[in-house]
């Protein structure tokens, strides 16, 4: 195996396809992103979160590097003026309420906040949490549940002048 790279994919047909669909520009490929976002077309499926509500709470990583590198990028946008606001998105409740550490995990957002006087929008209590037709998992917004999110944080960004013009 070591001297064809390539060949550990060799049983994902499905793999190849796009690759090959990618690499050959004569193969008509759709786009699966827009600016970097793919809207996901599914329905709830709770087994994943239903899984994790059987055993003991979830514990959030903060993991000592990221949290370290992120600080480092918001002092670099600071110095430089670039306009950061931050987002804590939707999750569904059950997710956030087991979550052994939720306020430790806020705290440290706010920190940032705080520490770079910059916006946060927080949105882990926001209506949409609470109603499994916008996600696809307790993590991910559906195609619905992102578009209804993006309309409200791009009214929120509107309504609360967070946005500024150069």
Not at 14 to 31: A, C, H, K, N
Not at 116 to 126: E, G, R, V, W
Request: glycine share 4%; hydrophobic share 40%; with cysteine.
């Amino acid at each position: 195996m070591g001297a064809i790279p390539a060949w550990q994919y060799a049983s994902e047909v499905v793999t190849i396809l796009i690759g090959l669909r990618e690499f050959l520009p004569w193969i008509p490929s759709r786009p699966h992103k827009f600016k970097g976002y793919c809207a996901v077309d599914e329905i709830w499926n709770g087994t994943a979160l239903n899984k994790v509500l059987s055993g003991d709470s979830i514990v959030a990583r903060k993991e000592p590097k990221i949290v370290e590198l992120f600080d480092s990028f918001l002092n670099h946008c600071k110095e430089n003026d670039i306009q950061v606001i931050l987002v804590f998105s939707p999750l569904y409740y059950k997710a956030m309420e087991f979550t052994k550490n939720k306020g430790e995990e806020m705290q440290l957002y706010h920190s940032f906040a705080e520490k770079y006087d910059i916006p946060l929008l927080d949105y882990s209590n926001d209506p949409l949490c609470y109603d499994t037709t916008y996600f696809c998992n307790a993590n991910h917004l559906n195609k619905k549940g992102a578009e209804l999110f993006s309309l409200k944080l791009a009214n929120d960004i509107k309504e609360q002048n967070l946005y500024r013009r150069e």
